[in-house]
Antibody
């Protein structure tokens, strides 16, 4: 059974930094593309970042230059380093595995999410 | 960037109803369209990928269709557990994903 567990969220002041973790069991993160998706309070889903199996990363314009995705293959864990946080970054952050069939990709397994609140 | 627009934003229905949600892309995305279901306080759940392929374990009352810019998600006979918010997502520009704004399906 595939399970993802996000941790590291919390209350942080504007301008601060947080590092989210996503511990994965049931599959190998280095063999799967992974993604982070967030959801602001009462809002819809927003894609945040994508990390390929080769380690290349891509980011939404709203977080580019502030957020950095990485992984620790030995710990089978995905990370999201978030710097220069603003109140607009307040959201539940989900990690997800990116599955694929033929050329189609999709987020097939999701964690339960971790809450990040940016406020003074 | 590809924009995704869902309609309606909310929908009231009853158990047993047939409902359809529409998703429109700002440019052609072939069949690179996924649908997710999200219940309050829970993570999204993949329902359909490649516009019409049902994810394993998803009830057959869910179906998807469309290609190019216009897509639909249909629930043939609503069950109580289907009341949730539904999102479309384009994967044409992977790794850059875009979600629709969501459709809340209410009783």
């Amino acid at each position: 059974e595939v399970q993802l567990l996000e941790t590291g969220g919390g209350l942080i002041q504007p301008g601060g930094s947080l590092r989210l973790s996503c511990a994965v069991s049931g599959l190998t993160v280095s063999s799967n593309h992974m993604s982070w998706v967030r959801q602001a309070p009462g809002k819809g889903l927003e894609w945040v970042s994508f990390i390929y199996t080769d380690g290349n990363t891509h980011y939404a314009d709203s977080v580019k230059g502030r957020f950095t995705g990485s992984r620790d293959d030995a710990k089978n864990t995905l990370f999201l380093q978030m710097n220069s946080l603003t109140p607009e970054d307040t959201a539940v952050y989900y990690c997800a595995t990116v599955g694929g069939r033929d050329s189609y990709s999709y987020c097939d397994f999701w964690g339960q999410g971790t809450q990040v609140t940016v406020s003074s | 960037d590809i924009q995704m627009t869902q309609s309606p934003s909310s929908l009231s229905a009853s158990v047993g109803d047939r409902v359809t949600i529409t998703c429109r892309a700002s440019q052609s995305i072939s069949k690179y369209l996924n649908w997710y279901q999200q219940k309050p306080g829970k993570a999204p759940k993949l329902l359909i990928y490649a516009a019409s392929i049902l994810q394993s374990g998803v009830p057959s009352r869910f179906s998807g269709s469309g290609s190019g810019t216009d897509f639909t998600l249909t629930v043939s006979s609503l069950q109580p557990e289907d009341f949730a918010t539904y999102y479309c997502q384009q994967s044409f520009s992977t790794p850059i994903y875009t979600f629709g704004q969501g459709t809340k399906l209410e009783i």
